[in-house]
């Protein structure tokens, strides 16, 4: 296939990252390229989403990416996945020997290996440069659920309506649930059989990575997981504490122990971005050490650092997260840094999955949510215009308009732009510059 076809194709079916900030997948796609690799690693504590799909659909899988590699004469297919995902690994070598260019790279049992320049460095021994994008050393990566909607859209003509979303916590039954865009958080969870507790809090995403939600708030093309866990967790109390209460906290609390950097992903593979330096300057103002705090534009946000290093249960991550968006908001941008190469140390520095967990107080948790087979038929869809980045797409369709599940309601813009479908048939009953509503 043409390279100009298949983004076509992508664009119109509506195909971002299915999970993160949602990047339009088909603007990934470049000729400079070498080397594809799906990403595996889902080191999320609580995520087995990634692991079922590439399982169950490895052939499907694996035809996207070849069709991706033959479209952008990429040399080889790189599937990166962890040793103990044994039936998406036994399932991919089934398929193999039909995919000549495709090979197997089996990642360490660390967080954060799902860090697209973590998985590169693991997968190739490449290095993207801070501040750079992995297509600069002939990189792109993909996802498993996005190289899956690649192939629905390639081989069938079919646009993203549904999204697969782990639902854990406390709930009576893990599930991985595929479900429609629009479809309300809390209608979700009941299809795990509802909380098992009566105070309770969502996570959208991951506990490391991912924000407090409300059962109202909707399933979107990066909606990941839907944890459920008691209002009074550790990792839920650190998403309620005020922005102001953390900075009091760094001012009276930080040792500066270096603990946040010594085991940050970023820091050791080169980067330099220095939390401990961070959170010195936030106790001692700004401009007391302006390259630290800008320095802070090079953090993944994987929050190791304040889940996980801090002896004093600090929030470095969540700070430096306020001051990148203050930083973007001035039009600051990413400065050159001088690049010293991988810690020599870096080996003994990797968190392993096992003590994360333990760590978050989240072991009771970790069994693994089955996939529903069944699919949920909600009355009501509310699709927002805005899943993924770049700018909201403009409605499709009016109030009153009958569709069909499968049809667009709102056309791309030029500028990463992507389609965006009805996930159910029904009646149009609300169109605004945010959302589309469609009763079934």
Known sequence: ???????????????VGAGGAGFPSYAKLDKKADTIILNCA??????????QLLAKFAKEILTALEEVREAIEAERVIIAVKPTYTNAVEAVEYYLPEFKNTTISLLPEIYPAGDEIVTIYETTGRIVKPGKLPISEGVIVFNVETMLNTYFAVAQNKGVTHKYIVVAGE????????A??????????????????KNYAY???????????SGNDVVTKTSNAILV??????????????????????????????????????????????????????SKGMDSDTAAVVNSMYCSQCGICELYSCPQDLSPRTLIGVAKAELRKKGIKMPEP???????????????????????????????????????????????LS??????????????????????????????GAGIHASIGGQVTSVTDSYVIIKR
């Not at 296939?1 to 195909?15: F, V």
């Not at 906290?249 to 992903?265: G, I, K, P, V």
């Open 171 to 178: 709930v009576k039954n893990p599930v991985m649930v595929k």
């Open 1 to 15: 296939m043409e390279l100009s076809t298949l983004i076509q194709i992508m664009k119109d079916g509506g195909i």
């Open 229 to 282: 866990l008691p209002d009074n967790h550790p990792v839920v109390l650190k998403r309620k504490t005020r922005t102001q209460i953390s900075i009091a906290r760094a001012m009276s609390a930080c040792c500066q122990c270096r603990s946040c950097t010594d085991l940050c992903s970023r820091n050791l593979l080169g980067y330099p971005i220095e939390p401990h330096r961070f959170m010195r300057a936030v």
């Open 42 to 51: 889902e080191c999320e504590p609580l995520f087995n989403l990634h692991r």
């Open 338 to 384: 001088v690049f010293e190469g991988v810690h020599i140390d870096r080996d003994y520095k990797k968190v392993p999955m096992h003590r994360l967990i333990g760590r978050l107080g989240l072991a009771k948790y970790n069994i693994g949510a089955e996939f529903l087979e069944e699919e949920p038929a909600p009355e009501e869809v509310k699709i927002m």
């Open 387 to 416: 899943q993924h980045i770049g700018p909201p797409c403009s409605p499709a369709v009016k109030t009153g308009d009958i569709v069909n599940a499968g049809d667009a309601v709102a056309t791309p813009g030029d500028k990463l």
């Open 203 to 213: 996570i959208g995403g991951g506990v490391m990575t991912g924000n407090l939600v």
């Open 180 to 197: 429609p865009l629009g479809m309300k958080y809390k209608d979700v969870v009941a299809l795990a059989g509802g909380e098992t507790i």
